[in-house]
């Protein structure tokens, strides 16, 4: 067994940090997987209202954002991320 926290994802448009969202355990989710096992979750967080500028975000009609997910495996001791990217971004300025 192996058990993983995500504490944390970063959202980039181009290389600028637009905001970094602290992330809470989904309910149900101890972070426990066997080797082989793998699991889809739903993740939730937040930010600090005005922590970050969303000029990134809203002066593109369709921007590409980045999502770095951070992950720390506490069995092995390791840390790492996944990657991927969306257009659906809704701008609250």
């Given at each position: 067994m192996r058990t993983f926290i995500v504490p944390r994802l970063d959202l980039l448009v181009g290389?600028?940090?637009?905001a970094t969202v602290n992330l809470?355990?989904?309910?149900?989710?101890?972070?426990t997987l066997a080797p082989g096992e793998s699991q889809t979750i739903r993740l939730h967080g937040a930010t600090?209202?005005?922590?970050?500028d969303p000029a990134a975000i809203c002066v593109?009609?369709?921007?590409t954002v980045r999502i770095v997910l951070h992950w720390n495996d506490m069995?092995?001791?390791?840390?790492g991320?996944?990657?991927?990217?969306?257009?659906?971004?809704t701008c609250t300025p």
């Open positions: 290389d600028t940090l637009v809470d355990r989904p309910v149900g989710f101890d972070g600090f209202a005005g922590s970050f593109s009609p369709t921007p069995t092995a001791m390791e840390m991320t996944a990657e991927g990217t969306t257009t659906r971004v």
